[in-house]
């Protein structure tokens, strides 16, 4: 199969003339080819095929011990001039930088199939959605992609409509962590990325296109590519205000956008909707408001700590259709992770016998990925071509001591300087050590497509006449006493502290001015 597109045809030719593969295959997106693409990985022993019975079309994937994460110091922005990939990104001139990787890439597809991948990040027929195509060697990639995206026919015919799209090129090289590279050409809407095949490095729509490319995109077009949920708060009078939230990974914003409102609040006629877990692009709309989409189609998220208290509705969608890695299993080859109850499971996720109190059983950074519609939560709102309007952004990091639970910004520019003073304690979300504060600002410091300083001066110029710019708030879920506990249950509970924000945004509840911004009010509960 060809496309009716010549730049496409002919940069797929290119790439295999690079790369040498066995076969080219054009992804449909169809089930018979997930079927094909599933068999084939089972048979290689990519793939394992979890209890038919608990998790009917669930596989377990375990990538390479020494692939588990994205790695930050091996991800590149290649501008021609090293201030526009800023203080904030690893440079290389993009001369320099595409002979390194294709020097990698030269015959790396030998005895390989090459998967094209046409795909839309956003709802298809969306003005705010974008496409690219992806070429890859990676089975588990397009079965990923197939996911977390929309893709298939209906982006390529969309990407021959518009003549253009961003292009990324993956290949799994030989997993050798000495010759891995993710690199980003933003001013050729380009990346490439050999030597992992694992989430963020490898599918490339997620954080490569979304954010890095996108945020270079966005600066350029006027609109904003965030790392940030976007959530439904629906009141008991049927109005739903919609938020978009930063937190680094790994700091729980799957559990906020799934939330499940306290007992009290359900019965009171509140709901919670989910329109995205990680990513949010955002455009001035014409009544001035920030309209939002997610430009996912599914949920890439952490395993470990998600259970029946935690994250309920996640619990719900993963027992069907859903691919795992690097979690552990149980004797009846049910996934299993830490947190998730009280089994011990028999294999860790490297498939070794678990030992018990040998360490955690399944990796802190496994996953799952899961289309966003089996979420209960779910709302068909994500699939609106115009996005949702946002009423509050917030930012939030992951603090022991310090950061108090909520704070409002006391506009948009003070918003600003609070989401670009983020710091977050790590997770092992990335490589490297965990539990460190470092700064994180708006949570896209490893995202960022290019110089902070610029991209602060974009946040800032969204403050024009006319503009009605969300409210900004600054939250930390995990604060704790001296006694060495969290002072705050998190969680459903934290409705409350959105249901606080929502009142705010419509002028209902008054604030405290402090120093750090408008905190709610000192109330001493009645017994
Ligand atoms: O590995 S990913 O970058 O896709 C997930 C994350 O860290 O948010
Ligand atoms: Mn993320």
Same mark, same amino acid.
């Given at each position: 199969?060809?496309?009716?597109?010549?730049?496409?045809?002919?940069?797929?030719?290119?790439?295999?003339?690079?790369?040498?593969?066995?076969?080219?295959?054009?992804?449909?997106?169809?089930?018979?080819?997930?079927?094909?693409?599933?068999?084939?990985?089972?048979?290689?022993?990519?793939?394992?095929?979890?209890?038919?019975?608990?998790?009917?079309?669930?596989?377990?994937?375990?990538?390479?011990?020494?692939?588990?994460?994205?790695? %930050?110091?091996?991800?590149?922005?290649?501008?021609?001039?090293?201030?526009?990939?800023?203080?904030?990104?690893?440079?290389?001139?993009?001369?320099?930088?595409?002979?390194?990787?294709?020097?990698? $890439?030269?015959?790396?597809?030998?005895?390989?199939?090459?998967? +094209?991948?046409?795909?839309?990040?956003? #709802?298809?027929?969306? #003005?705010?959605?974008?496409?690219?195509?992806?070429?890859?060697?990676?089975?588990?990639?397009?079965?990923?992609?197939?996911?977390?995206?929309?893709?298939?026919?209906?982006?390529?015919?969309?990407?021959?409509?518009?003549?253009?799209? +961003?292009?990324?090129?993956?290949?799994?090289?030989?997993?050798?962590?000495?010759?891995?590279?993710?690199?980003?050409?933003?001013?050729?809407?380009?990346?490439?990325?050999?030597?992992?095949?694992?989430?963020?490095?490898?599918?490339?729509?997620?954080?490569?296109?979304?954010?890095?490319?996108?945020?270079?995109?966005?600066?350029?077009?006027?609109?904003?590519?965030?790392?940030?949920?976007?959530?439904?708060?629906?009141?008991?009078?049927?109005?739903?205000?919609?938020?978009?939230?930063? $937190?680094?990974?790994?700091?729980?914003?799957?559990?906020?956008?799934?939330?499940?409102?306290?007992?009290?609040?359900?019965?009171?006629?509140?709901?919670?909707?989910?329109?995205?877990?990680?990513?949010?692009?955002?455009? #001035?709309?014409?009544?001035?408001?920030?309209?939002?989409?997610?430009?996912?189609?599914? $949920?890439?998220?952490?395993?470990?700590?998600?259970?029946?208290?935690?994250?309920?509705?996640?619990?719900?969608?993963?027992?069907?259709?859903?691919?795992?890695?690097?979690?552990?299993?149980?004797?009846?080859?049910?996934?299993?992770?830490?947190?998730?109850? %009280?089994?011990?499971?028999?294999?860790?996720?490297?498939?070794?016998?678990?030992?018990?109190?040998?360490?955690?059983?399944?990796?802190?950074?496994?996953?799952?990925?899961?289309?966003?519609?089996?979420?209960?939560?779910?709302?068909?709102?994500? %699939?609106?071509?115009?996005? +949702?309007?946002?009423?509050?952004?917030?930012?939030?990091?992951?603090?022991?001591?310090?950061?108090?639970?909520?704070?409002?910004?006391?506009?948009?520019?003070?918003?600003?300087?609070?989401?670009?003073?983020?710091?977050?304690?790590?997770?092992?979300?990335?490589?490297?050590?965990?539990?460190?504060?470092?700064?994180?600002?708006?949570?896209?410091?490893?995202?960022?497509?290019?110089?902070?300083?610029?991209?602060?001066?974009?946040?800032?110029?969204?403050?024009?006449?006319?503009?009605?710019? #969300?409210?900004?708030?600054?939250?930390?879920?995990?604060?704790?006493?001296?006694?060495?506990?969290?002072?705050?249950?998190?969680?459903?509970?934290?409705?409350?502290?959105?249901?606080?924000?929502?009142?705010?945004?419509?002028?209902? +509840?008054?604030?405290?001015?402090?120093?750090?911004?408008?905190?709610?009010?000192?109330?001493?509960? %009645?017994?």
């Amino acid at each position: 199969m060809t496309s009716k597109l010549a730049t496409l045809n002919q940069w797929v030719q290119e790439v295999a003339a690079l790369t040498q593969p066995d076969r080219i295959h054009w992804c449909d997106g169809s089930a018979a080819e997930l079927q094909v693409l599933t068999q084939l990985m089972l048979d290689r022993g990519d793939l394992q095929a979890l209890n038919p019975e608990t998790h009917p079309d669930c596989y377990l994937h375990r990538s390479h011990p020494s692939d588990v994460a994205r790695v %930050e110091h091996l991800t590149f922005v290649c501008t021609r001039h090293p201030e526009d990939a800023g203080p904030n990104n690893n440079w290389m001139h993009p001369t320099e930088a595409h002979a390194e990787i294709d020097a990698l $890439f030269a015959g790396c597809m030998k005895g390989r199939t090459l998967y +094209v991948i046409p795909y839309c990040m956003g #709802p298809i027929d969306s #003005p705010i959605a974008r496409c690219g195509v992806e070429i890859t060697d990676s089975p588990y990639v397009v079965a990923n992609m197939r996911l977390m995206t929309r893709m298939g026919d209906a982006a390529l015919a969309r990407i021959e409509r518009e003549g253009h799209f +961003v292009r990324g090129l993956h290949s799994i090289g030989d997993l050798d962590p000495a010759r891995r590279f993710i690199m980003h050409f933003p001013e050729e809407l380009t990346i490439k990325s050999i030597g992992s095949g694992y989430g963020g490095n490898a599918l490339l729509g997620k954080k490569c296109h979304a954010l890095r490319i996108g945020s270079w995109q966005a600066r350029s077009e006027g609109w904003l590519a965030e790392h940030m949920l976007i959530v439904g708060i629906e009141n008991p009078q049927g109005e739903t205000h919609y938020i978009a939230a930063a $937190f680094p990974s790994a700091c729980g914003k799957t559990n906020l956008a799934m939330l499940i409102p306290p007992e009290g609040y359900r019965e009171a006629g509140w709901k919670v909707w989910t329109i995205g877990d990680d990513i949010c692009w955002m455009s #001035p709309g014409e009544d001035g408001r920030l309209w939002a989409i997610n430009p996912e189609a599914g $949920f890439f998220g952490v395993a470990p700590g998600t259970g029946a208290k935690t994250n309920a509705n996640a619990l719900a969608m993963l027992n069907r259709e859903a691919i795992f890695t690097n979690v552990a299993v149980t004797a009846d080859n049910q996934p299993w992770w830490e947190g998730l109850d %009280e089994r011990v499971p028999t294999k860790d996720w490297k498939g070794n016998d678990y030992v018990p109190g040998s360490g955690p059983a399944a990796h802190p950074n496994s996953r799952f990925t899961v289309a966003a519609k089996r979420c209960p939560s779910w709302t068909p709102k994500a %699939e609106d071509a115009r996005g +949702v309007p946002i009423s509050a952004i917030v930012f939030g990091g992951r603090r022991e001591s310090l950061v108090p639970l909520v704070f409002e910004a006391r506009d948009w520019t003070h918003g600003v300087l609070v989401g670009a003073s983020m710091a977050s304690e790590t997770t092992a979300a990335a490589t490297g050590a965990v539990g460190v504060v470092r700064r994180d600002s708006m949570a896209m410091k490893p995202f960022c497509g290019y110089n902070f300083g610029d991209y602060f001066a974009h946040w800032l110029s969204f403050d024009q006449a006319g503009a009605k710019l #969300p409210k900004i708030f600054h939250v930390n879920w995990f604060r704790k006493g001296s006694d060495g506990k969290f002072l705050w249950p998190g969680f459903g509970d934290n409705l409350r502290v959105l249901e606080w924000m929502l009142k705010r945004c419509e002028g209902r +509840v008054e604030a405290v001015d402090t120093p750090v911004g408008q905190l709610p009010q000192r109330r001493r509960l %009645e017994s």
